[in-house]
């Protein structure tokens, strides 16, 4: 919690001094729904290029031994190709955070990682990896955009497993995993500065 609280108070600080409609915070409602509370600020570079960085933090013990914790930080440098913050873009990101999750029937086996095993285990890790993405944001209003985002890319995860959400005898150590598909889906409501 200290790590993440300390990196939301840097980013104000490094562009609490920028200038009228080059900064923009956001959250991504996909995420919110989800219980993944997130918050995201992206600062223009130049005219066609900004840096965005998004941030999500979950801390849920949930019913029936469900457990969803979990904390992401994912930087993304975009180009826009006609002015920042409106219309089409593309962009590269990186990722990394840690995990804390089980106990959920994820009924999804998709491109090597097998989500049924959340059912009746509980992993502990944590990953890092990059990708690549394609948006395009919507003008609402004088300061508030819509913003649609997919992104494609890798993912190395190294975890610990356990048999199940509140158990501590553990059943693999120092595991890891290769991801490779989708690494950000996004709908953002955006307001601008």
């Known amino acids: ?21 080059k900064v923009a915070v956001k959250t991504d409602l ?29 801390a849920w013990t949930l019913s029936h031994g469900r457990r969803w914790k979990h904390w992401l930080l994912q930087p993304e440098v975009r180009y826009w190709f006609c002015d920042r913050f409106i219309g089409h873009f593309l962009g590269t990101h990186v990722h990394g955070g840690q995990y804390n999750i089980g106990g959920f029937n994820g009924r999804l086996h998709f491109l090597g990682s ?16 990059a990708g690549v993405a394609y948006g395009y944001a919507w003008i609402l209003g004088r300061h508030w955009n819509l913003e649609a985002e997919i992104g494609l890319g890798y993912a190395y995860t ?12 553990k059943l693999a150590n120092n595991k890891s995993h290769h991801y490779v598909g989708p690494t950000k889906a996004a709908i953002n409501l955006v307001y601008l500065f």
């Open 30 to 58: 996909i995420n919110d729904v989800c219980l993944s509370p997130n918050f995201g600020m992206e600062v223009g570079l130049a005219p066609r290029w900004t840096i965005d960085i998004m941030g999500q933090l979950s």
């Open 114 to 129: 097998d989500m049924r095993e959340l059912a009746n285990a509980r992993y502990q890790g944590w990953f890092v990896g």
């Open 158 to 169: 190294h975890y610990d497993k356990y048999p199940c959400a509140s158990c501590g005898k």
């Open 1 to 21: 919690m200290r790590l993440e609280l300390t990196i939301m108070v840097v980013m104000l600080a490094l562009f609490s001094s920028a200038k009228a409609q």
